[in-house]
């Protein structure tokens, strides 16, 4: 049995892992802590396992700490440049014992498009994206749709690939999309989405898509739970869920 | 028996018009004309309907002598103007038996895509079009997907629908698309996609997606033939194939 | 102002209901009602419709007594059959001012769905369906399917179309869907899905799909608002909210 | 400059070969057989490789041919079992610097779907693959269907993955599709359609879909270059074109 303590457990995220950690097999919900409470909580009731879903702006005070008391975490929180990254290593390494993820993205079906648009990458002379979420969010494209495109654009490069062919040269603004590391990726906003993404490779006769479609957040305790599960036995500092899939 | 002949018989879909006549019930294929051709040898044949599959510079000499000798004619021949429709409403007001069809897309599925997001768009809140094409198309959106939005927006104006909902502050330079009437618009382009075009249409907690594939130039041939067995009854100007569609 | 009662207030369908009049403009909330409530709650209140999301074994109680009261009433309980709409119409003959809605699916997407399915029947050699639901789920194929499959049927019936080609010869039992009315239907159960449908139109190089996304029930809101503001000038029986549809 | 022959030359797989082999970098076309033709003309022409697309009566005396003369082959024909594979591998054993490929499906895109497919398989509670293809074809479902339902039912029952939940209790026969190693596949016919399949997952809140469009037949033919590139550094015998793609 891990036992499990959480941090942010009144938010979306957080308390949806909350119930999530109280459902799983061979996991035990010990702490929930929100804004206000001690850390000290956690070690009193034998957490060895933190998820932190807070702030860019508490989290890495909250690192330290468990860190610094030989507990583990999954952190979905956002906001770790490489600055923060090295700052972690740092403390990790005075620490061999202790394990951090950080993830960006903890759908599995988002981490596997991604891989699978990476592989198929290589074989195809033309690619693009085209992410689809509700109206109100306000960044396009979507972060996991430039991350997408940055991968598929790096295994092209790694391959010697020409250009994706486009032979468009009448265009009205916008028609072709952004471009993102020289792959096309296009934005749609419609009411009754949630967060929709979809990898069109195409050659001579054939296409290939790769669609993830993410209707509730319930879709990401998969990959919390995963990381939680993986982080006991990953000393060090992690950097994607990716790393804990095992993709032969 | 309905007579047919053919004006631009050689050309990609010129040919394929000529098959699709000879292998049709009720049509007779008596002329292939092209460059060059006379077109006295329309009437010697007996021809009473021509489809003309030419060129912008010869058609509207072709439909002169047409409505002139009392063929009908339907025409997917591009390039059409108010000016010249004027001029043809004209000359078929002079010999009221004629009739002539101008169709810029004789496909009935691309026309009941549109027919269909004319009739949906009051309903939903977002909408919003992906064109997808092979990637040596020269302009972008298509204009199909520009007359998609254009009878969208008609219809949302009719309505008296707010503005489809947009909260996007970032984003990256063409990432939502183009916006035609108030629509946005998405062109795809990808090796070995022909023309496809989605029309997705959204509002709370669900979606309603209509989408057109055109595989071959072959899909084209039911409309030309509905044409050519719809003109010989209907005399006067008709512009756009929608009008032979029995949509109640 | 239009007011409104609701009759099985404490259901998923009815609660949704009373929290969709209650923020729509033009509609007033003034009685919720659930079992053992009186009815005449509704005439203290001024009830000018009711909507019923209750039981097949009250529904009919529950309608008697708005007909008799002068209650207009938009119907989602199921288990209409003849004999009942028979009875619904003799009492509404009494009454020659009083409206009654009775429809199985209140999703304005759904009925566009099978409205658009019905005209697209005739022109498209081929066509099947594809329902695809959450694997909870006990009966397949989904009773939308069925309905869109006779829809299409009777429209191929009418314009004297051949049966749908397939030339399957050897078939894994099942493989090929069940058969409704001449047509086949695939049930797809997918754990993350919750009420969609695709209906594929296919002719020489061709396809057109016409696909509806429900993923909560909110999305029958907009539906049964609809059928609450025309209901009070629609005297008469009412079966099916396509009826109330404007589509031209 | 790898030398190529092709037999059965004028059929339909082998003439596109014939077709790609020449526009293709690196590789030179210098013999084309059909039926009746002298197998020793691919000696004299010096061709280091052959591509077979014949049947499966003359196949394995082609092979017996190739392997005692030094020439290479990659195969498309069907019929191998597991006794013509044994065969193979004992007539290689003896020439251990030829290669045979015997692949099934020359689709990259195919392959690549099968491979994402069987990967992902061990995330997700739900799958199911829907196969689409032209009305003429006369088995259901395909063979690339029942082999990735193969593949996903390995990959799972690897993993100790629980059967797949389906709580239906009432169905028409067939609606549920056909059940491959414990996967449902639905096998769709419909005119316009050439070979399509979509291999869908699910799990709670999020669906991963995996589709692959096969217009025409050109697009086996990167798959047969890639084989021909292969086979010559791959001495032995190799079933299955995804042993030569590099998925890391």
């Known amino acids: 049995m891990i036992k499990v303590g959480v941090l942010g457990a009144k938010g979306k995220m957080g308390s949806q892992t909350c119930l999530a950690v109280e459902d799983a097999d061979g996991l ?17 009731a034998g957490a060895q396992v933190v998820v932190d879903f807070t702030r860019p702006e508490v989290v890495m005070g909250n690192l330290e700490w468990c860190i610094g008391h030989g507990v583990d975490a999954v952190v979905g929180t956002t906001g770790f440049d490489d600055e923060r990254l090295a700052t972690l290593r740092d403390q990790l390494g005075a620490q061999p014992a202790s394990g951090v993820l950080i993830a960006a993205n903890f759908s599995i079906g988002a981490v596997l498009m991604m891989r699978f648009a990476a592989q198929a990458a290589k074989y195809y002379e033309s690619v693009e994206i085209i992410e689809l979420h509700h109206p ?35 265009a009205l603004d916008g028609a072709r999309g952004a471009e993102v590391d020289g792959i096309r990726v296009h934005g749609v906003r419609l009411r009754g989405l949630v967060a929709h993404q979809e ?8 296409t290939l898509t790769i669609r993830h479609d993410s209707m509730h957040r319930e879709s990401f305790m998969a990959g919390v739970l995963l990381g939680v599960r993986r982080i006991v036995d990953t000393p060090g500092l992690t950097v994607g869920l990716e790393h804990f899939l095992d993709l032969d």
Do not use: H, M, Y
């Open 28 to 44: 035990e919900l010990v702490a929930r802590l929100d804004q206000g409470d001690d850390l000290a909580e956690l070690t009193k």
């Open 199 to 206: 990898v069109l490779f195409g050659d001579a006769g054939e």
């Open 136 to 170: 109100d969010k306000v960044d396009a494209p979507s972060g996991t749709a430039r991350r997408t495109a940055e991968l598929i654009a790096a295994a092209r490069r790694e391959a010697g690939a020409a250009p994706v062919p486009d032979a468009t040269t009448t």
